[in-house]
């Protein structure tokens, strides 16, 4: 855990804002409500050891004679018995064992949750920051066309230009502020889902960085080491936990000992006078109890077996998809830089065009078309280089999921 958050410091050491990434983490696994279930369930399955660390329950019995049996030495009034079952020679331990093996598993179930938790703020952030930093390239595009207008406008006063462009201009701007006000909408969901995730009010304002910039190299995460995520040794500890199964069922199918004492209250003969006349019986007792009948410790072997085959398989098939999701992501962050670069290299380009055409006004030659056209390129490389930045950091976000 220590590590990750390492990682997401060097993701976002240009993080100025007073609240960073790792203080939203920090506070959403202290206050997440899934990660306080997933706790509580791990505190209920460690609690189940105290449960099986037990005997099996102490027998009483009393038993009046209602029609007394006259004995040698009297009648019997009344009888009490108590007996206690032992269980074979290492049963409690294997029910414990096994026990704290299921519990070891739910603890993986934290460790996923977490893990799982912090991706997701992560990517709600970078989400945040890319509807942010898109709301201020329309905000600028809408002050670039308000320049236009004015130029159109004083064009059309000379003669040099047509009413025409400066209704395309103005329904430009239209569009250009619908695109924003949309965007302010998916940025309050986007909001929401970012403060529930902290388990907070919805309307808590979330202070993003205001550049986030492409690192000027790939930052390095160890890819070999997938077989030891936390995903797959839970189904490890499911594995063991199988396996504690089958020894206690072995366990089960021993012989349990027991022991006993009856006592039988004896009433003295009033016509007889001799040394044991009303004496009381005091009758030790040893039971054992034999599961002759033992074709269900069997069935139940066999099933063990098999959970095992199931586990491995399932095991197998999880690794497989991870390690796609893996090689997808690193695939994907290097398409981001890629479309980065291309993207950077036509918004320097389309600036340049922008640039002749604004000389082109000097000399009475502007054609407005060109310049929608061009202002049009230059907002889809802006927003298309934002969108190839959040999509590298999201991709990297995935990848520190999946590597340790």
């Known amino acids: 855990m220590r590590k990750v958050f390492i990682i997401i410091g060097l993701l976002v050491f240009h993080f100025t804002n007073a609240q960073q990434l790792e203080g939203f983490i920090q506070e959403a696994l202290k206050s997440n409500p899934e990660i306080q279930k997933f706790e509580l369930q791990y505190n209920i399955a460690s609690e189940k050891v105290n449960e099986v660390n037990t005997l099996p329950n102490t027998e009483f019995g009393v038993g009046y004679f209602a029609s007394e049996p006259e004995t040698r030495t009297g009648a019997q009034r009344f009888k009490v018995s108590v007996k206690q079952m032992l269980p074979w020679f290492g049963n409690i331990t294997a029910r414990e064992n096994y026990v704290s093996s299921l519990a070891d598993a739910k603890y993986e179930d934290i460790v996923i949750a977490k893990r799982k938790l912090m991706a997701s703020i992560s990517q709600s952030y970078y989400n945040l920051y890319a509807n942010t930093a898109k709301q201020n390239v329309l905000i600028e595009n809408?002050?670039?066309l308000d320049t236009y207008e004015t130029l159109a406008l004083t064009s059309v006063e000379v003669g040099k230009a047509s009413v025409v462009d400066v209704l395309r201009l103005q329904m430009r701007q239209n569009e250009l502020d619908q695109l924003k006000q949309v965007l302010e909408q998916q940025y309050l969901a986007e909001q929401t889902n970012f403060n529930k995730l902290l388990n907070r009010d919805k309307n808590i304002a979330v202070n993003t960085i205001d550049e986030l910039i492409m690192p000027s190299e790939d930052i390095e995460l160890t890819s070999q080491n997938l077989e030891v995520h936390p995903e797959l040794l839970k189904y490890d500890k499911l594995y063991q936990s199988i396996e504690q199964s089958e020894l206690l069922n072995q366990k089960d199918s021993n012989p349990m000992i027991g022991f006993g004492l009856d006592y039988i209250n004896v009433e003295k003969r009033p016509d007889m006078n001799f040394s044991d006349n009303g004496k009381d019986i005091v009758m030790p007792m040893v039971s054992l109890s034999i599961p002759?009948?033992?074709?269900?410790?069997?069935?139940q072997t066999k099933q063990n077996t098999l959970k095992k085959l199931e586990i491995n398989a399932q095991k197998e098939e999880r690794f497989n998809t991870l390690e796609t999701i893996l090689d997808k992501a690193l695939n994907d962050r290097i398409s981001a830089r890629i479309t980065y670069a291309t993207q950077t290299k036509n918004l320097k380009q389309a600036k340049e065009a922008e640039k002749i055409l604004i000389k082109s006004y000097e000399t009475?030659?502007?054609?407005?078309?060109?310049?929608?056209?061009?202002?049009?390129l230059q907002l889809k490389f802006e927003m298309n280089q934002i969108e190839s930045v959040k999509s590298y950091y999201v991709q990297t976000t995935i990848i520190n999921y999946l590597s340790n």
């Open 292 to 299: 002759i009948f033992n074709k269900k410790y069997k069935s």
């Open 142 to 144: 809408i002050k670039l």
């Open 364 to 376: 009475g030659t502007i054609d407005f078309n060109d310049v929608l056209d061009i202002q049009e």
